[in-house]
């Protein structure tokens, strides 16, 4: 009996794309594929539904898969994305007591609850380590024993709209939220070699809006960070300097550092000097990492892949799924790669998701935006009377 189909749905700020699969015992099976840009090259994150939706549309019916699942998972990154490493603790029992399952999603909901402003919700949080009283630096404590838990975990979080906009994509389509995914969680799923899996990996996804930088050290992300930097952005300095439309600009700032054109190649290289500082800036407080990987369509520039590896002295790698080298050019397959990764990441994770989104119900619960509402309500009662 074959397993279910699963669907993930990227969302891009140039593009959309799908990808179907299904999971067997040691492998994923692609079942379809499809990608599809936006109608116009834009320099903010789509923000239209209907747009949207229509790409999305017309990546499904390119995938020709014959039957879809009535669940889809999203995966996507925004420019508006806000990144902190936050800690929270709650108590167990005044006995010491053994460390149950229950016990980590209690904690992990108190440390969203501190940390979300009214206006934002949980994309990704990735736990670094727990402690309590008699263990310290946990990875998994269930089983310990102690009377209270702590833990300390990187939160990325997003605009509450962002995921209203996917809810209203996803119900144009005739289908319902899964769960939603960051990107560099699912590039890093498909893209970081095991020999680099006990190492520190800095992942840098370029889209056209923005530029996702994270470090990766045993399959946790435990930094990550975002810079106002992506191809489109280039493409558009391009075209106000050198005087040309967005779409031409677009194609000659592909050509990268080896741009024939004086004027767009001193623009290119002004550029490239801007992420550079972004990435000295992301990386000055940390150890060097042991491998770089750069991925997004926005990497495609030419000669950007290996002038990021030489700023930081190690040599960069293109990053994409190993699965998508049948699915089309080179753009294709990276631009396939985070939603590949998606899939892989969700049949490795099946029936371990601590936080499982049920039907009809966000993992925005109302309960939790009801503490939220109260905890602002109680900080104008006091600033203000």
Same mark, same amino acid.
């Given at each position: 009996m074959n397993p279910k189909p699963i669907l993930v749905i990227d969302v891009g700020s140039t593009k959309a794309c799908c990808v179907v699969g299904r999971a067997h015992a040691i492998d994923v099976e692609l079942l379809g594929w499809g990608l599809r840009p936006y109608p116009a090259p834009s320099t903010t994150w789509p923000c239209d539904a209907a747009m949207v939706a229509r790409s999305v549309e017309q990546a499904l019916e390119d995938a020709r898969v014959a039957s879809l699942p009535d669940r889809a998972i999203i995966v996507l990154s925004h420019p508006q994305l806000h990144h902190a490493r936050i800690a929270a603790q709650i108590d167990l029992a005044d006995e010491p007591v053994a460390v149950r399952s229950r016990d980590l999603v209690?904690?992990?909901?108190?440390?969203?609850?501190?940390?979300?402003?009214?206006?934002?919700?949980?994309?990704?949080?990735?736990?670094l380590g727990y402690a309590g009283n008699g263990f310290e630096g946990a990875n998994d404590p269930r089983g310990l024993i102690a009377t209270r838990l702590s833990g300390t975990f990187q939160l990325v979080s997003m605009p509450l709209a962002v995921r209203r906009m996917v809810t209203q994509v996803l119900d144009a389509l005739g289908l319902e939220l899964e769960r939603l995914i960051y990107s560099p969680q699912a590039i890093a799923a498909c893209c970081v070699e095991e020999a680099w899996l006990s190492k520190r990996v800095l992942l840098v996804?370029?889209?056209?809006?923005?530029?996702?930088?994270?470090?990766?050290?045993?399959?946790?992300?435990?930094?990550?960070?975002?810079?106002?930097?992506?191809?489109?952005?280039?493409?558009?300095?391009?075209?106000?300097?050198?005087?040309?439309?967005?779409?031409?600009?677009?194609?000659?700032?592909?050509?990268?550092?080896?741009?024939?054109?004086?004027?767009?190649?001193?623009?290119? +290289?002004?550029?490239?000097?801007?992420?550079?500082?972004?990435?000295?800036?992301?990386?000055?407080?940390?150890?060097?990492?042991?491998?770089?990987?750069?991925?997004?369509?926005?990497?495609?520039?030419?000669?950007?892949?290996?002038?990021?590896?030489?700023?930081? +002295?190690?040599?960069a790698t293109l990053g994409r799924s190993r699965r998508a080298q049948r699915t089309g050019d080179l753009a294709t397959q990276v631009g396939l790669t985070p939603a590949i990764g998606a899939l892989e990441l969700a049949c490795m994770q099946k029936g371990s998701d601590p936080f499982p989104t049920k039907r009809g119900q966000t993992p925005s619960t109302p309960s939790r935006l009801v503490d939220r509402l109260l905890d602002r309500t109680k900080t104008l009662l006091t600033e203000y009377f």
């Open positions: 209690r904690l992990k909901t108190q440390a969203l609850s501190q940390a979300l402003s009214i206006d934002r919700d949980a994309l990704c949080l990735e736990a996804d370029i889209g056209g809006c923005g530029t996702e930088m994270a470090v990766i050290e045993q399959s946790r992300l435990i930094r990550t960070g975002s810079a106002a930097w992506g191809g489109v952005l280039v493409a558009e300095q391009v075209a106000k300097t050198c005087r040309m439309t967005l779409d031409c600009a677009i194609t000659e700032s592909l050509e990268g550092l080896a741009s024939p054109k004086p004027s767009v190649k001193q623009v290119i +290289e002004r550029q490239v000097g801007v992420l550079q500082q972004q990435l000295h800036g992301f990386l000055k407080d940390d150890p060097l990492p042991h491998a770089v990987i750069v991925t997004g369509r926005g990497a495609l520039m030419d000669g950007l892949v290996e002038c990021l590896g030489q700023m930081i +002295e190690l040599k």
